[in-house]
């Protein structure tokens, strides 16, 4: 071979490995962009999360000691329409969970059974007794009214926003 054919060679093989080497530089670099961003969304979920906190904890601090009662168990059935059972599940008390449902796969089952898709609430009593409060509702499906009942929802208000829920079991 003469040295024309041998620097041709040459030259080949080093522009492919020039050329390795800038795909796995743009590799790096978009993996390192694609962590970046993902780290931003993350950190931008967490502070959401924190400002939705505060503002809930404004509103509901403002409200008299009854629409907060009504606010907490509103917001157990909203859990329960829009199927986040597990949200649901951690606004038990433990002590009732253990008694009654020692998965989250009872308490999915039960609450399949039990409440319509629709849930529309009506308040009808709302009793104080020491530091639980006691809250008759009547569950109405939205769409069959005539599958409708009245439940007794007991809630341990622990500081503002933060509760814990029971219900009587039938």
């Known amino acids: ?19 390795v080497i800038l795909v796995i530089i743009i590799n790096i670099l978009s993996s390192n962009k694609n962590k970046n961003e ?7 979920n967490v502070i959401y999360e924190e400002e939705l906190s505060k503002a809930r904890d404004e509103v509901v601090g403002a409200k008299t000691e ?10 157990y059935f909203s859990c329960l329409e829009e199927k986040d059972y597990q949200k649901a ?12 449902f020692t998965s989250l796969e009872q308490f999915e ?5 039990k409440y319509p898709d629709n849930i529309v609430l009506n308040y009808t009593d709302i009793d104080r007794e020491g530091y ?3 809250a008759s509702v009547d569950v109405i499906d939205g769409l069959n009214i005539s599958n409708s009942f009245t439940q007794r929802i007991v809630v341990k208000e ?13």
């Open 1 to 19: 071979m003469d040295k024309s054919v041998k620097r041709i060679i040459m030259l080949i093989a080093i522009l492919i490995i020039i050329a």
């Open 38 to 44: 993902n780290t931003t969304n993350e950190d931008n």
């Open 66 to 75: 009854t629409s907060r009662i009504k606010a907490y168990v509103g917001q």
């Open 89 to 100: 599940y951690d606004m038990l008390f433990d002590n009732f969970k253990n008694n009654y």
């Open 109 to 113: 089952q039960y609450v399949v059974d």
């Open 132 to 134: 639980i409060y006691i």
């Open 158 to 170: 622990n500081a503002l926003n933060e509760f814990n829920i029971s219900f009587q079991m039938d």
